[in-house]
């Protein structure tokens, strides 16, 4: 999973960056919307919802704005009609990549993200073809220049508060939950001091493919990059394992 985590940090330095742009907003406000769509408008009853809220108010999205796309979804008032899709292919290399897909225009984002996958050496599969490598999971990293605690207390800890799994990954500790038990582990930790460079409900891969040619990470990085960058693309997910030098080249 180190591949994952890995991006999955330099993906919230880039957004925290990019922060002012209209396309993060434009995304968070798609996921709050299909997620009160999905689950209803109430965030205490509804998981992805709160998350979603939470991503608004730390990008600076105005709470009316958040209302209006909490009521968009629930249908509550009239707006843009978004078909939520999840899309499988593979990146150079063998990579398996998901993505979730929030469009109103299902023929047109097809073909641009098979353009896109085509331009960076990969190919769009069908579906089914690499879901089975992920499963849905909460994922929390420990920032390291954060308050720290003993390796073995932190594991009790998590543990204790219904975490799957702890795992020290080169300068990162994660903990992996069930969805379910993500908020309740992640307000233990908080409550212990911790705090959190990644925490989120994602797809984690169950194993991960070596990606130690520069080339191939390079066409694997560009993939992802420009997907993450497609307007109708909220999330990437893939399972690559790139080496800590190479990535840190891109």
Same mark, same amino acid.
Request: with cysteine; proline share 3%.
């Given at each position: *999973?180190?591949?994952?985590?890995?991006?999955?940090?330099?993906?919230?330095?880039?957004?925290?960056?990019?922060?002012?742009?209209?396309?993060?907003?434009?995304?968070?406000?798609?996921e709050i919307i299909m997620a009160a769509k999905a689950g209803g408008g109430d965030p205490?009853?509804?998981?992805?919802? @709160? *998350?979603?809220?939470?991503?608004? @108010?730390?990008?600076?999205?105005?709470?009316?704005?958040?209302?209006?796309?909490?009521?968009?979804?629930?249908? &509550?008032?009239?707006?843009?009609?978004?078909?939520?899709? *999840?899309?499988?292919?593979?990146?150079?290399?063998?990579?398996?990549? =998901? *993505?979730?897909?929030?469009?109103?225009?299902?023929?047109?984002?097809?073909?641009?993200?098979?353009?896109?996958?085509?331009?960076?050496?990969?190919?769009?599969? &069908?579906?089914?073809?690499?879901?089975?490598?992920?499963?849905r999971k909460g994922l929390l990293v420990v920032d390291p220049e954060g308050p720290q605690?003993?390796?073995?207390?932190?594991?009790?800890?998590?543990?204790?508060?219904?975490?799957?799994?702890?795992?020290?990954?080169?300068?990162?500790?994660?903990?992996?939950?069930?969805?379910?038990?993500? !908020?309740?582990?992640?307000?233990?930790?908080?409550?212990?001091?911790?705090?959190?460079?990644?925490? !989120?409900?994602? =797809?984690?891969?169950?194993?991960?493919?070596?990606?130690?040619?520069?080339?191939?990470?390079?066409?694997?990085?560009?993939?992802?990059? =420009?997907?993450?960058?497609?307007?109708?693309?909220?999330?990437?997910?893939?399972?690559?394992?790139?080496?800590?030098?190479?990535?840190?080249?891109?």
């Amino acid at each position: *999973m180190s591949g994952h985590s890995k991006w999955a940090n330099i993906k919230h330095q880039k957004a925290k960056v990019d922060a002012h742009k209209g396309k993060l907003f434009t995304k968070i406000g798609r996921e709050i919307i299909m997620a009160a769509k999905a689950g209803g408008g109430d965030p205490n009853g509804n998981i992805r919802l @709160k *998350m979603a809220v939470q991503k608004a @108010k730390e990008a600076n999205i105005p709470a009316v704005n958040i209302q209006r796309a909490i009521q968009r979804g629930t249908g &509550e008032i009239e707006g843009e009609v978004y078909e939520e899709i *999840m899309y499988e292919g593979y990146a150079s290399g063998g990579v398996a990549v =998901m *993505m979730q897909i929030a469009t109103d225009n299902r023929n047109r984002t097809a073909a641009d993200i098979r353009h896109i996958f085509s331009r960076s050496g990969g190919n769009l599969g &069908e579906s089914g073809c690499v879901a089975w490598i992920f499963e849905r999971k909460g994922l929390l990293v420990v920032d390291p220049e954060g308050p720290q605690i003993d390796e073995d207390e932190l594991l009790l800890l998590a543990l204790d508060s219904g975490a799957e799994d702890v795992r020290t990954e080169e300068n990162s500790i994660e903990i992996v939950t069930a969805v379910d038990e993500f !908020e309740r582990v992640k307000e233990t930790l908080a409550n212990a001091g911790l705090l959190f460079t990644v925490a !989120e409900i994602t =797809m984690i891969p169950q194993n991960t493919v070596p990606v130690t040619d520069r080339g191939q990470a390079a066409q694997v990085i560009k993939l992802i990059t =420009m997907l993450e960058e497609h307007d109708d693309v909220q999330d990437v997910y893939a399972n690559f394992d790139i080496p800590e030098d190479i990535m840190n080249e891109f």
